[in-house]
């Protein structure tokens, strides 16, 4: 039987919201190559202008278990900085993806990010296996976002 796992994170940072939103969900597509070029090959924008319906293609390194994740925009909300997308990718059926990013009083942002995610049954290696366990894609998750934190306090000029 194919397992299903769900995952939760809240994940504080001193970026604004608007900021942290825009680089880590609407031109992620562009930073991830740049950012993680030991996960991503390269990255684009398959389909649409970053809005509802829009697709992006991910070509992902070997240190991933598979080699394409696409991504489809389910939802989008820029003023609340919200959105909601499903990813496709081998040994996944279904993977549903909210993220929403809150202003904090001392002008940084808390996102929550929900995510829950079916495998193929017999190939949903990447939800079952030791070697990328849902640990794994915890941190792996938290570590991308640290590292969008990082380049944006680099760089606060960009994504404003």
Same mark, same amino acid.
Not at 69 to 86: A, G, P
Not at 113 to 129: A, P
């Given at each position: 039987?194919?397992?299903? @796992?769900?995952?939760?994170? =809240?994940?504080?940072?001193? *970026?604004? %919201?608007? !900021?942290?939103?825009?680089?880590?969900?609407? +031109?992620?597509?562009?930073?991830?190559?740049?950012?993680?070029? !030991?996960?991503?090959?390269? %990255? !684009?924008?398959?389909?649409?202008?970053?809005? $509802?319906?829009?697709?992006?293609? &991910?070509? /992902?390194?070997?240190?991933?278990?598979?080699?394409? $994740?696409?991504?489809?925009? =389910?939802?989008?909300?820029?003023?609340?900085?919200? /959105?909601? &997308?499903?990813?496709? /990718?081998?040994?996944?059926?279904?993977?549903?993806? @909210? #993220?929403? #990013?809150?202003?904090? %009083? @001392?002008?940084?942002? *808390?996102?929550?990010?929900? /995510?829950?995610?079916?495998?193929? =049954?017999?190939? +949903?290696?990447?939800?079952?296996?030791?070697?990328?366990?849902?640990?794994?894609?915890? +941190?792996?998750?938290?570590?991308?976002?640290?590292?969008?934190?990082? &380049?944006? #306090?680099?760089?606060?000029?960009? &994504?404003?």
């Amino acid at each position: 039987m194919a397992s299903t @796992n769900s995952l939760t994170l =809240e994940l504080e940072s001193q *970026v604004s %919201a608007p !900021h942290m939103f825009r680089a880590t969900v609407m +031109d992620w597509h562009t930073l991830a190559p740049k950012l993680a070029p !030991h996960i991503f090959d390269s %990255a !684009h924008l398959l389909e649409g202008d970053g809005s $509802i319906g829009s697709v992006r293609h &991910y070509n /992902c390194t070997s240190a991933m278990p598979f080699k394409v $994740i696409k991504t489809k925009v =389910e939802f989008l909300d820029v003023d609340k900085c919200e /959105c909601k &997308y499903t990813i496709e /990718c081998d040994g996944i059926e279904t993977s549903t993806w @909210n #993220i929403k #990013i809150k202003p904090k %009083a @001392n002008g940084g942002s *808390v996102a929550k990010v929900e /995510c829950t995610s079916k495998g193929v =049954e017999g190939k +949903d290696m990447m939800l079952k296996t030791k070697d990328f366990s849902i640990d794994m894609f915890k +941190d792996s998750t938290t570590d991308m976002f640290k590292t969008v934190e990082a &380049y944006l #306090i680099a760089n606060p000029d960009a &994504y404003n």
